[in-house]
C-alpha cells in the first residue's frame, strides 16, 4: 500500500527527531566528559584551619575572642580560618578533629600547675576552667589524628603539658634572666630542625609575650630552638607529622616573611595532606 504524502512526511519527521536526539545525546555526553576532565585540574581547596579562642568570665554569659592576627596570617597564607568557640562537648570537638584540615593553638593566661603535678607560683594567673578543658581535650585529640598542627606561646606550653611535660611557672624569679621575653629577643635554631628549613636560618629574632617557659619536655616532642638564656623557644613532633611550636608570636611580628614563612608551613603541610588523602 503506498503512503500518502501526510503519512511520509510523518515517517520523515520521526527519522529527523531521532537523528535529534542522538545528536543531543552526543552533545551532553561531551559536556559532561570535559566537565569531568576538568575537574582534575581544578584549583584545590583553600585548607580549612582552626583557631582555638580565648574564653573570658567578663560578662555573664562569657565571652570567645581572639586577636585578628592569627586570622589574617592563617588567611594571608592560603588558608581558611575558622575561629573554635570553646565549647566542650564531645561530638563537637570531634567534628572540629574531623572536618577540619589544621590547627593553630593561640595564645592566653597560664594552664592550672596542678595538670603538670606542681603548685602555684604566686605570679600565675589561670585561664578558666571552661578554656582548660576544651583546649586539652582537643589537643589530645588532634595529636592523636595526626594532622598538621601550630602552636604559639600558650599553645606550645598546653601541647607539652597534654603531653606529659611540665613547665617553668615564673621565668624572671625561676630563671633570673637579662633576656626580655616580653618583647623582641633573639633566638638560636637548630640547623637541622623543620624550623630552620622552613625560615631558611638557624636564628631568628622574634616578638615574645610571656612569663612561663617549657621546663621537662612532652613525649614525642623535641627541642629545636632557645633563647641565649637556655629558655625552650621551640618544639617540633618527631614522629615526622607536621608539629611545629613556638614560644614567640609569629602573627605579631613586624617582619612579614617570617610570618608568612612559619604560617604559610601550616598552610601547605595542610594542603599537601589533602592532596596525599583519597
Known amino acids: 500500500m503506498k503512503k500518502t504524502g501526510f503519512l511520509e512526511q510523518m515517517d520523515m519527521m520521526t527519522v529527523n527527531k531521532q537523528k535529534t536526539n542522538k545528536i543531543l545525546l552526543l552533545f551532553v555526553l561531551v559536556i559532561l566528559s570535559a566537565s569531568f576532565g576538568c575537574r582534575s585540574t581544578r584549583t584545590p581547596a583553600r585548607p580549612l584551619i582552626g583557631i582555638t579562642s580565648v574564653y573570658r568570665t567578663d560578662y555573664k554569659s562569657g565571652t570567645t575572642s581572639v586577636n585578628f592576627a592569627y586570622v589574617k596570617a592563617v588567611a594571608e597564607t592560603g588558608g581558611t580560618p ?35 603535678g606542681q603548685k602555684p607560683h604566686e605570679t600565675v594567673k589561670v585561664m578558666p576552667n571552661q578554656r582548660y578543658n576544651f583546649d586539652s581535650k582537643l589537643i589530645s585529640l588532634w595529636l592523636a589524628k595526626g594532622k ?23 621565668i624572671p624569679s625561676q630563671v633570673g634572666t637579662n633576656i626580655r621575653h616580653r618583647g623582641y629577643h633573639q ?19 622574634v616578638y615574645s609575650n610571656h612569663h612561663q617557659a617549657v621546663k621537662d619536655v612532652g613525649k614525642n616532642l623535641k627541642v629545636i630552638a632557645r633563647s641565649e638564656d637556655g629558655v625552650v623557644e621551640a618544639l617540633e613532633r618527631i614522629n615526622g607529622k607536621f608539629g611545629l611550636f613556638v614560644q614567640w608570636h609569629p602573627e605579631a611580628t613586624d617582619n612579614p616573611d617570617h610570618r608568612k614563612a612559619i604560617y604559610g608551613a601550616l598552610v601547605q603541610a595542610c594542603a599537601v595532606r589533602n592532596k596525599k588523602s583519597p
Do not use: H, W
Not at 87 to 112: K, N, T, W
Not at 148 to 170: A, E, K, Y
Not at 187 to 205: E, F, R
Open 82 to 116: 575558622l575561629v573554635l568557640p570553646t565549647i566542650s562537648e564531645e561530638e563537637i570537638m570531634r567534628r572540629y578533629v574531623d572536618q577540619l584540615d589544621g590547627l593553630v593553638l593561640v595564645g592566653g593566661a597560664d594552664i592550672p600547675p596542678s595538670a603538670y
Open 148 to 170: 598538621p598542627i601550630l602552636g604559639v606561646c600558650l599553645g606550645m606550653q598546653f601541647t607539652n603539658v597534654v603531653s606529659g611535660g611540665t613547665l617553668i611557672q615564673d
Open 187 to 205: 633566638v638560636k635554631i637548630d640547623p637541622k630542625s623543620s624550623l630552620a628549613k622552613i625560615l631558611g636560618s638557624d636564628q631568628a629574632y
